[in-house]
């Protein structure tokens, strides 16, 4: 019996003391973590013209450039978001942006995701996004330079 009642006070003082922990504040995240910025644009840009899907997209199988895709799809935000960051919107590199977009729907709307040989439609549109990029590096790092 004493085991028992042993057992059950220390149960007891084992809840009390896990109850406390859940009251602690931890980090809070700020807004929208996963996004990357205007100002994070040449890395990303950098990182992105790394890939083989940029560098020869005429010889990548479009399946394997899915994740790729995805990449530049979330980059052309950013892009958007930098060219309308002044008080006047800069209109070279927000229609390049907008190329970007139209490529990335070209693959996506084409079924890329699935087709597992180069050529076709799927190619160029992975040509078409490796020249926006192209445009699009030349005028923010243009812009790095010029202020």
Known sequence: MRTRSSLVALSGILALALAGCGNEAGPTP????????????PIKLD???ADACYGSPETQLPKGCEKYVTEVGGTAGAVHQRAQAGKTVDRPLDGEASGLDQ??????AAGCT??????G???KALTDISA??????????????TG
């Open 30 to 41: 700020g807004p929208n973590p996963g996004t990357a910025g205007p100002d994070a644009l």
């Open 103 to 108: 490529a990335v729907n070209s693959f996506r």
């Open 132 to 145: 926006a990029l192209d445009s699009i590096k030349k005028i923010v790092n243009q812009q790095a330079t």
């Open 47 to 49: 990182a992105l013209s």
């Open 121 to 123: 439609a799927c190619t």
């Open 114 to 119: 699935t087709v597992p040989t180069p050529g």
